[in-house]
Nanobody, 115 residues
């Protein structure tokens, strides 16, 4: 079983920045594809970043150029650096680990962007 704990959320003004962290338990972190998702009230869960086991990163068009995913395997931690934040980025952000066909989720951390 894998436990994921997100942190770093908060409230910022448009144009501001936040850095989210997700710490994973266990020894399988280096074998995990790590993703960030977000979900706003009344909306479907949306994928926002991928960091693969072989070092690839990719993003959807909605956040490309503003968000950066990174990982430190020695610390079992994945990060999401969010710059140039917009009100539409407001959501609960979730960390996800994929190990083989198994998926694990964190509890989420709230990000609010408003003036």
């Amino acid at each position: 079983q894998v436990q994921l704990v997100e942190s770093g959320g908060g409230s910022v003004q448009p144009g501001g920045s936040l850095r989210l962290s997700c710490v994973a338990s266990g020894s399988a972190f280096s074998r995990a594809n790590m993703r960030w998702y977000r979900q706003a009230p009344g909306k479907q869960r949306e994928w926002v970043a991928l960091s693969s086991t072989v070092g690839f990163t990719t993003y959807p068009e909605s956040v490309k150029g503003r968000f950066t995913i990174s990982r430190d395997n020695s610390k079992n931690t994945v990060y999401l650096q969010m710059n140039s934040l917009k009100p539409e980025d407001t959501a609960i952000y979730y960390c996800n680990a994929q190990i083989g066909v198994n998926l694990y989720w964190g509890q989420g951390t709230q990000v609010t962007v408003s003036s």
